[in-house]
């Protein structure tokens, strides 16, 4: 795990698309960036393959943004939207079969702790709601049970966007999707509550219309399972192309699931997790 492992190679360089050029030689390796610096740094290539309005897209590049440590960071992504897009940024990372991503975070971890002892590793899931709370759930839920230092994030659009429409474990009761012509018949999963009771030392809900609160909540993520034990981070990421929303209408179809208390932000804190980032907050955002 080096800045040599993304670098094109002498033999390719004069037929790789610029915008492939500009990932490489303006990425966020050894920056120190967050949020605010958007925009000064590259992040994902422009011309990805996620639709217009997309939630995973805003939210893949904050969590991006976010990583307190990207050099020194493996993404572990699984079958889905967002695996569409994974293959496009400045970033380790491994696409998993579909279900299986904390499994291979799990002994990915595992051998990196063991290469490197003494220097800090983080893996980080990053899979869709079909991913994570239903065809993935055993090994999600296991890992949380043995406590591995991981961290998994879910990006929730409520429905299994790349294959249709499908309903998902995480969609809204009631709500018409592609194929769910008559409307899901049981309520949304509360997988929050089901990584807190199943041991995630930290677990939050959050959205990509409060960008600043999303990196705090993925920093705050990330530091705790490097010490602690497994956290979670669930983020609200509208599919505008199965709820037939105007590209332009996510963030305020966000804010308002947000009011009316339909998708809030919350997080919960263990008291191990509390005492670790008192410290480490009260130091430096920056912390490394």
Known sequence: MNNGLIKISPCFEDVMPQEYKDLVEQGSF??????SDLGSFKELIEEHPLCAGCGLALSM?????????????????STGCSALAFSQVALHNIHSLFGNQNAVATGLKRALKLRFPNEIKDVVVVAGDGAT????L?????????RENITTIMLDNEAYANTGGQESGM??????????????????????????VAGCA???????????????????????????????????????????????????????????GTYPTSEYISSSAKELLERLEGGTNNEK
């Not at 050894?30 to 949020?35: I, L, R």
């Not at 809204?172 to 509550?193: R, S, T, W």
Request: one cysteine or more.
């Open 202 to 260: 930290y677990v939050a809900t959050c959205n990509p219309a409060k960008p600043r609160m999303l990196e705090k909540i993925v920093r705050r993520a990330v530091f705790t399972a490097r010490e602690i034990g497994p956290t979670y981070v669930q983020i609200y990421a509208p599919c505008p192309t199965n709820y037939k929303l105007k590209p332009d209408e996510m963030l305020n179809t966000i804010k308002t699931r947000e009011k009316d």
């Open 138 to 146: 055993d090994m999600v839920m296991q890992s949380w049970f043995r």
């Open 133 to 136: 709370a239903d065809i993935g």
């Open 61 to 77: 590049r904050l969590i991006l943004a976010s990583l307190p440590n990207p050099e020194n960071t493996i993404i572990v992504g």
């Open 171 to 196: 969609t809204m009761e009631k709500a018409v999707l592609n194929m769910a012509p008559k409307g899901k018949n049981f309520p949304k999963v509360n997988l929050a509550d089901v990584a807190r």
């Open 30 to 35: 050894g920056k120190n960036f967050g949020v």
